[in-house]
C-alpha cells in the first residue's frame, strides 16, 4: 500500500467550494480507477490561508502512474481548483506502507 500526500492553502472563502469540488467530482473519478483504495481530507487553520491535506491509498507505483503519468511525482491539479487555491505543492511525497496496527 502506497499513500499519495500532498497539500495546498485555500483561498479565504474557497474552502466549502474546494471541499465540495473534491467530494463531488475528485473522488468520484479516483474511485473509478483500478488500484485506488481511498482518501481522505484533513485541514488545520494556519494563518490567513487554511492548509489542506489530501491523503490518496493506492495498491501500486503502476496504479498511481495511471493517475498521475509517468511522473508519479508531479501534483496532478485541475486549473478549477487551482483558481480556488492561494499556493500548492508542486510535488506529491509518497509513503510505503510498512506496518499498520
Same mark, same amino acid.
Given at each position: 500500500? &502506497? @499513500?499519495?500526500?500532498? @497539500?495546498c492553502r485555500i483561498k479565504p472563502g474557497e474552502e466549502d467550494n474546494y /471541499?465540495?469540488? =473534491?467530494?463531488?467530482?475528485i473522488l468520484p473519478h479516483l474511485s473509478t480507477l483500478e488500484g485506488f483504495c481511498g482518501a481522505s481530507i484533513r485541514r488545520r487553520d494556519y494563518g490567513r490561508f487554511p492548509?489542506? =491535506?489530501f491523503i490518496s491509498e493506492w495498491t501500486s507505483k503502476? +496504479? %498511481?502512474? +495511471?493517475? +498521475?503519468?509517468?511522473? &508519479?511525482h =508531479?501534483? /496532478? %491539479? @485541475?486549473e478549477k481548483a487551482q483558481k480556488m487555491m492561494r499556493s500548492f505543492d508542486m510535488e506529491v511525497r509518497h509513503y510505503e506502507r510498512i506496518h499498520s496496527a
Open positions: 500500500m &502506497i @499513500s499519495r500526500y500532498w @497539500s /471541499v465540495s469540488y =473534491l467530494k463531488e467530482e492548509e489542506f =491535506l503502476e +496504479a %498511481i502512474k +495511471a493517475f +498521475a503519468g509517468e511522473d &508519479i =508531479l501534483a /496532478v %491539479i @485541475s
